[in-house]
């Protein structure tokens, strides 16, 4: 009878604690094999295991060692409360919206401050415990248990439910490069469908879709100090080049257009980082800011005065804590960049120069909250160019032109050509960004000393708000003082497990903006430009976007004596690698 009973409670222990061990071992295998996106792991409904507070105090001790903000209240892997002052110790783990997890990518607890190390937890989930606790746990539960062969059946069981569960890691998987080089190849493809859905008063504007970029480089570091890089976009700004030879009308048509094309090199005395060759003039914070990173498909109406890129050299450096960057350069006047090359004695000249100074920038969140505050200027000195229709007649000449924020049609406010001996541009940049909300604005004053007439002062503006739904920040590169990649905390994927389908919903941005342009002083005319956009981030190399663009025209070229209103909706896919 002893015996019978004795089995019999052995029995019953053995089937509670299997079942507990079960919970907290499905619990934690899905936690730990969903480290990713990309596995795709459901959770089935929250569960809490008890365990004596006695098993928990070493575990305990290693939490206060690596989560010191932990027991101070701030939420690191674990919920508010994860420290009982019971006897008995509960873990819960709570499901996603879409019944997965992501823990690869950690977020900012809303209580992160500025300052302070930020606090961790997964994005669109509750804060669940430390995977290294969690394991321990489970440990201690398995270990009360006395018979040997359970243990080894419960043990298989959790492993068994590990594989069945696990799907693939592919976060961290790059695109594919080639291995042991110093190379570095990419490129960037970009897809845009332009759509009038307004534009009665603006002639009639075609509809068009294109590739808006296609571009391959090739870049490298080598020999300590020097870096380079090469790239082509076979998309031209302009596919040809028309001239008058001999009385005929001929047409040069170009298969590509040069982009960057340097050699650098780093930590020269008082230089800094030297660059030379083909590349963006130090000036302006939207310019200067890569076209993959812009917060819209294009930049605002105030880039028409910024030089782009130009052949000649400039020096990079900052101060040892960043907080302050400059450049200085001087260039060849408008390079040729289809037909690369400037057949002319008089090659023209552009002397750039710009300070950035961060007076905020938040370190241990690495950019989440800072200001940016920078100011540029600009000499142009134009080539000298012959008059083709007055033989021995010679001019510099300048044409500032701007469409709607799109990248065809009709222009909305121009200049038409001037004889510009000279001319200067300055520019003021301001940024504030607070966590996932960011602003960014600049004023640009461009004066055009012209050689018949008085003088001209244009006048260029913008100033638009970002807001990530998702909770990820704009990034900043410190080294040149612009904005970069944003990095999604989790991507967009879509797998199937054994509880059906899980998704990565990628990262989420909403922005507005004003851009203005003044040519009144010139001839009278000026340019707005509203823009909603919203953008979706697939992951950090592809993404989504949507603009709504009304532009208003004043005196322009298509309505001189009026005003003209239209509406445009552009979206674009953008891949980079």
């Given at each position: 009878?002893?015996q019978?009973l004795?089995?019999g409670?052995s029995l019953?222990?053995?089937?509670l604690t299997?079942?507990?061990?079960?919970i907290?071992a499905q619990?934690?295998a899905?936690?730990?094999?969903s480290?990713?996106?990309g596995?795709g792991?459901s959770?089935?409904?929250?569960?809490?295991?008890?365990?004596?507070a006695?098993?928990?105090?070493p575990?305990?001790?290693?939490?206060?060692?690596?989560?010191?903000d932990?027991?101070?209240g701030?939420?690191i892997?674990?919920?508010?409360?994860?420290?009982?002052?019971?006897?008995?110790?509960d873990?819960?783990?709570t499901?996603?919206?879409?019944?997965c997890?992501?823990?690869?990518?950690a977020n900012?607890?809303p209580n992160?401050?500025?300052?302070?190390?930020?606090?961790?937890r997964?994005p669109?989930v509750?804060?669940v415990?430390d995977?290294?606790?969690?394991?321990?746990?489970?440990?201690?539960v398995?270990n009360?248990?006395?018979?040997?062969?359970?243990r080894?059946?419960?043990?298989?069981?959790r492993?068994n439910?590990?594989?069945?569960q696990r799907?693939?890691?592919?976060t961290?998987?790059?695109w594919i490069?080639?291995?042991?080089?110093?190379?570095?190849?990419?490129?960037r493809i970009?897809t845009d469908?332009?759509n009038w859905?307004?534009?009665?008063?603006?002639g009639n504007q075609?509809?068009y879709?294109e590739?808006?970029?296609?571009?391959?480089?090739?870049?490298?570091e080598?020999?300590?100090v020097y870096d380079?890089?090469?790239e082509?976009?076979?998309v031209p700004?302009?596919?040809?080049?028309?001239q008058?030879?001999?009385?005929?009308?001929?047409?040069t048509?170009f298969?590509f257009?040069?982009?960057?094309?340097?050699?650098g090199?780093?930590?020269?005395?008082?230089?800094?980082?030297?660059?030379?060759?083909?590349?963006?003039v130090?000036?302006?914070?939207e310019?200067?800011?890569?076209?993959e990173?812009?917060?819209f498909?294009?930049r605002?109406?105030?880039?028409?005065?910024a030089?782009?890129r130009?052949?000649?050299?400039?020096a990079?450096?900052?101060t040892?804590?960043?907080?302050?960057?400059?450049?200085y350069?001087?260039f060849?006047?408008?390079?040729?960049?289809?037909?690369?090359?400037?057949?002319d004695?008089?090659?023209?000249?552009?002397a750039a120069?710009?300070v950035?100074?961060?007076p905020?920038?938040d370190?241990?969140?690495?950019?989440?909250?800072l200001l940016?505050?920078?100011v540029?200027y600009v000499?142009s000195?134009?080539?000298?160019v012959?008059?083709?229709?007055l033989?021995?007649?010679?001019?510099?000449?300048?044409r500032?032109?701007?469409r709607?924020?799109?990248?065809r049609g009709?222009f909305?406010?121009?200049?038409?050509?001037?004889?510009v001996?000279?001319?200067n541009?300055?520019?003021a940049?301001l940024?504030?960004?607070?966590?996932?909300?960011?602003i960014?604005?600049?004023?640009?004053?461009?004066?055009?000393?012209?050689?018949?007439g008085?003088?001209?002062d244009?006048y260029?503006?913008?100033?638009?708000?970002?807001?990530?739904l998702?909770?990820e920040?704009?990034?900043?590169?410190r080294?040149?003082?612009?904005f970069?990649?944003v990095?999604?905390?989790?991507?967009?994927w879509?797998v199937?497990?054994?509880?059906?389908t899980?998704?990565g919903?990628g990262?989420?941005?909403?922005?507005v903006?004003?851009?203005?342009?003044?040519?009144?002083?010139?001839?009278?005319?000026?340019l707005q430009d509203?823009?909603?956009?919203?953008?979706?981030?697939?992951?950090?190399?592809?993404?989504?976007m949507?603009?709504w663009?009304h532009?208003?025209?004043?005196?322009?070229p298509?309505?001189p004596?009026?005003?003209a209103e239209g509406?445009v909706?552009a979206?674009?896919l953008q891949?980079d690698?």
């Amino acid at each position: 009878m002893t015996q019978k009973l004795g089995l019999g409670l052995s029995l019953i222990l053995s089937i509670l604690t299997t079942s507990i061990v079960d919970i907290h071992a499905q619990n934690y295998a899905e936690i730990h094999a969903s480290r990713a996106p990309g596995y795709g792991v459901s959770v089935a409904s929250s569960e809490d295991v008890s365990v004596p507070a006695s098993t928990i105090q070493p575990r305990l001790q290693y939490m206060q060692t690596q989560y010191p903000d932990t027991i101070e209240g701030e939420q690191i892997y674990a919920s508010r409360d994860v420290f009982k002052s019971s006897e008995s110790f509960d873990v819960t783990f709570t499901p996603s919206a879409n019944n997965c997890y992501s823990r690869k990518n950690a977020n900012l607890s809303p209580n992160a401050l500025p300052g302070k190390a930020p606090a961790l937890r997964s994005p669109g989930v509750s804060p669940v415990m430390d995977p290294l606790l969690v394991q321990q746990l489970s440990e201690d539960v398995l270990n009360q248990v006395p018979d040997r062969q359970t243990r080894q059946l419960i043990e298989r069981d959790r492993q068994n439910e590990l594989l069945s569960q696990r799907g693939v890691d592919t976060t961290d998987e790059k695109w594919i490069t080639v291995k042991n080089s110093r190379i570095t190849w990419g490129g960037r493809i970009f897809t845009d469908w332009i759509n009038w859905a307004n534009d009665a008063q603006l002639g009639n504007q075609p509809n068009y879709v294109e590739f808006r970029q296609l571009r391959l480089f090739a870049a490298g570091e080598g020999y300590g100090v020097y870096d380079f890089k090469l790239e082509f976009d076979f998309v031209p700004e302009e596919a040809s080049e028309t001239q008058i030879i001999d009385n005929q009308v001929q047409s040069t048509t170009f298969g590509f257009e040069l982009k960057d094309a340097y050699v650098g090199i780093r930590d020269l005395p008082l230089l800094g980082y030297l660059r030379i060759g083909h590349f963006k003039v130090p000036f302006g914070l939207e310019e200067l800011t890569s076209a993959e990173d812009i917060t819209f498909l294009e930049r605002s109406l105030p880039i028409v005065f910024a030089p782009r890129r130009e052949l000649g050299l400039a020096a990079y450096n900052q101060t040892w804590n960043q907080n302050l960057t400059w450049a200085y350069g001087i260039f060849f006047y408008d390079f040729d960049e289809t037909a690369m090359v400037v057949l002319d004695d008089n090659q023209g000249l552009r002397a750039a120069s710009r300070v950035v100074w961060t007076p905020y920038y938040d370190e241990a969140s690495e950019g989440r909250y800072l200001l940016h505050t920078g100011v540029g200027y600009v000499y142009s000195r134009p080539r000298l160019v012959d008059d083709p229709d007055l033989p021995g007649v010679s001019s510099r000449l300048v044409r500032l032109r701007s469409r709607p924020e799109i990248h065809r049609g009709s222009f909305l406010i121009d200049t038409d050509d001037l004889d510009v001996p000279q001319y200067n541009t300055f520019d003021a940049e301001l940024a504030w960004v607070h966590g996932s909300l960011s602003i960014q604005s600049e004023l640009t004053w461009t004066g055009l000393e012209q050689a018949i007439g008085s003088n001209s002062d244009l006048y260029g503006v913008y100033v638009y708000l970002s807001y990530f739904l998702t909770g990820e920040h704009r990034r900043y590169d410190r080294r040149f003082g612009n904005f970069d990649r944003v990095i999604p905390y989790e991507n967009f994927w879509m797998v199937r497990s054994p509880h059906g389908t899980c998704a990565g919903r990628g990262a989420w941005e909403a922005a507005v903006r004003w851009s203005f342009l003044d040519f009144a002083n010139l001839n009278g005319q000026q340019l707005q430009d509203l823009t909603v956009g919203l953008n979706w981030y697939w992951n950090p190399n592809t993404r989504m976007m949507i603009n709504w663009i009304h532009p208003f025209a004043h005196q322009g070229p298509i309505n001189p004596l009026g005003d003209a209103e239209g509406d445009v909706l552009a979206m674009r896919l953008q891949v980079d690698f």
